[in-house]
């Protein structure tokens, strides 16, 4: 399979919950991959309602959740199976970076904050060859100065 194949069967459309972006997707088969984007106007619920509205369609679904919209641990685990119960296996939570400039922009120090949701933490019995992550939720954090 050449480069060019791959890369085209790799590409997923990106929607965003607005008027008339059900139409859009009509060009799409089963088995597709969309992903969906939180709009900070419209909030959590609405990408959430969008997935379930789109599972009945079967295309591979990735809902993006805005990071600063999940309240807590608690609420993570609510979205998580609410999802899973949809069938969806993936999600993306974009977090957030900042940078700070320095020396006329010849230097920089970024520093960025995220989360994540680990679906198979650590388990001596059952899952010993995973990464050592005791906790389902997980967070990120990103320095770097150059």
Do not use: W
């Not at 959740?65 to 999600?91: C, E, P």
């Amino acid at each position: 399979m050449s480069a060019t194949k791959k890369l085209l069967e790799s590409l997923y459309f990106e929607v965003i919950p607005m008027k008339g972006f059900e139409e859009k997707l009509d060009v799409l088969t089963a088995g597709d991959r969309v992903g969906i984007t939180c709009s900070p106007k419209q909030g959590l619920q609405v990408t959430l309602d969008t997935v379930s509205k789109l599972c009945d369609r079967g295309f591979s679904l990735t809902p993006h959740l805005a990071a600063r919209q999940i309240m807590n641990k608690q609420h993570l685990k609510d979205i998580v199976a609410q999802l899973s119960d949809r069938g969806i296996t993936s999600i993306f939570v974009p977090g957030g970076h900042f940078n700070f400039y320095f020396l006329k922009r010849n230097l920089f120090f970024r520093i960025g904050q995220g989360i994540a949701y680990n679906s198979n933490p650590f388990d001596l019995e059952t899952n010993f060859k995973n990464n050592a992550y005791g906790t389902r939720l997980l967070s990120s954090t990103y320095l770097m100065l150059n």
